[in-house]
């Protein structure tokens, strides 16, 4: 099922009062952010407004600042801060330009990156979660983005080409959909590795048709699955 928001890009309608949780948010990109070299103004500016309480479940709302990836439900993660941003960060978004998400969690990731004004396009296996999202996106106010329910080994081929596209759960190896949805000029974050074993972030770049690409750093995610549960 398509879920479909009108297209307003570029607002911050969630509660912006500048309470104690603006305040945990602002230690969070000091300590979390900036100390590890997290520079992008735009991306710092996301982190300080998407309500990133408001995508953890409740048992671990608590610690929704913490320095750490938090359990969502249905055995899967909301990732680290850190890697949120570096991810974010390493895409360098401009306004306007369409983004495809893989692994739609908590919702989370795809309200920074319609914080950065992005189209934003985001695909997510499981049900529940992609339901869980849906409502929290709403509840926030979220609106320049679409979620889908589905296996995203394929994409989305119905919006591409994509600007950047990033990849929130690990293949083994780099999907063959994903590459060819990737417009001239277009960058991709993506786990690879198999579970159990060291993943890196693989930075993609497609430029003259051609597609160059370098591990950045080494990470932790769950595995990219198909529908049968079954690990790409
Ligand atoms: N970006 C998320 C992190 C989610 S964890 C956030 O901000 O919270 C990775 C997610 O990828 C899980 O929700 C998992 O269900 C999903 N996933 C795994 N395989 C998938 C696939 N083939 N297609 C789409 N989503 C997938």
Redesign the pocket.
Known sequence: MILLFSAAAGQSPQNQSRGEEWVRREEMIKTQLIARGITSARVLEAFQKVPRHR?VPDPYRRYAYADQ?LP?G??????QPYI?AYMTEILDIKPGEKVL????????????LSEMEALVY?????PV??EM?RKALAGTGYENLRLKT?????GWPEHAPYDAV????S?SAIPGPLKEQLAEGGRMIIPVGKQYTIQYLVLLEKKNGKIRQKNVLPVR???????KGKN?
């Open positions: 995508f990836p969502i249905e055995g899967q993660t909301i990732s949120v998400e893989i692994g739609t969690g908590s919702g989370y990731q795809a309200a920074i985001s695909v997510e296996i499981n979660l992609s999202a589905g296996d995203g080994y394929q990033l990849v929130t759960c293949p995610f769950v595995p990219m699955v198909n529908e790409y």
